[in-house]
């Protein structure tokens, strides 16, 4: 009985700790992305996760979305050979922990828009999980008890 109680705890706290949902972010928000809003206070205001996707949604052709590294970040410089994402409803993957940097890469959106932010995605569950505290046990009305006793 005691290893059964175990068991069942074991098994919330599992469900718990292990898959939290990840989250679609969309990138700015209903304003999407765009050159006059300040992506930076948005995005540090968001917690972001491995295993969350962001969405940057724009009019194709008038943005893209490009990855850098911190250097290129700060120069709003995309490196030679950087494929940007074009399609308008560009979806990225949060596959990694760490900092992360985007730009967009069209005219001088990074610096004027700014188009520009950087986030650090953290590992699910790194964060210290709430204790487990007993649930509320049910009822055992529904559970029927054999009747066998020790003898
Ligand atoms: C960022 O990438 C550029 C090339 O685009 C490179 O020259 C630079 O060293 C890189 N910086 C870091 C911190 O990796
Ligand atoms: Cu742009």
Same mark, same amino acid.
């Given at each position: 009985?005691?290893?059964?109680?175990?068991?069942?705890?074991?098994?919330?706290?599992? #469900?718990?700790?292990?898959?939290?949902?990840?989250?679609?972010? $969309?990138?700015?928000?209903?304003?999407?992305?765009? $050159?006059?809003?300040?992506?930076?206070?948005?995005?540090?205001?968001?917690?972001?996760?491995?295993?969350? #996707?962001?969405?940057?949604?724009?009019?194709?052709?008038?943005?893209?979305?490009?990855?850098?590294?911190? #250097?290129?970040?700060?120069?709003?410089?995309?490196?030679?050979?950087?494929?940007?994402?074009?399609?308008?409803?560009?979806?990225?993957? $949060?596959? #990694?922990?760490?900092?992360?940097?985007?730009?967009?890469?069209?005219?001088?959106?990074?610096?004027?828009?700014?188009?520009?932010?950087?986030?650090?995605?953290?590992?699910?569950?790194?964060?210290?999980?709430?204790?487990?505290?007993?649930?509320?046990?049910?009822?055992?009305?529904?559970?029927?008890?054999?009747?066998?006793?020790?003898?």
């Amino acid at each position: 009985m005691a290893s059964k109680a175990f068991l069942i705890a074991v098994a919330m706290a599992a #469900t718990i700790v292990a898959p939290t949902m990840a989250k679609e972010i $969309l990138v700015g928000g209903e304003d999407g992305w765009r $050159l006059g809003i300040n992506y930076q206070a948005w995005a540090d205001g968001i917690e972001f996760d491995v295993g969350d #996707t962001l969405v940057f949604n724009y009019v194709a052709g008038n943005h893209n979305v490009i990855k850098v590294n911190g #250097t290129d970040f700060q120069r709003c410089a995309a490196p030679l050979g950087a494929a940007p994402l074009i399609s308008g409803h560009d979806v990225i993957l $949060l596959a #990694t922990p760490g900092r992360k940097w985007y730009i967009c890469g069209v005219a001088n959106h990074c610096q004027a828009g700014p188009m520009k932010f950087a986030i650090t995605v953290q590992v699910q569950g790194g964060r210290s999980p709430p204790p487990a505290s007993a649930p509320g046990s049910p009822s055992p009305a529904s559970a029927p008890s054999p009747a066998s006793p020790c003898s």
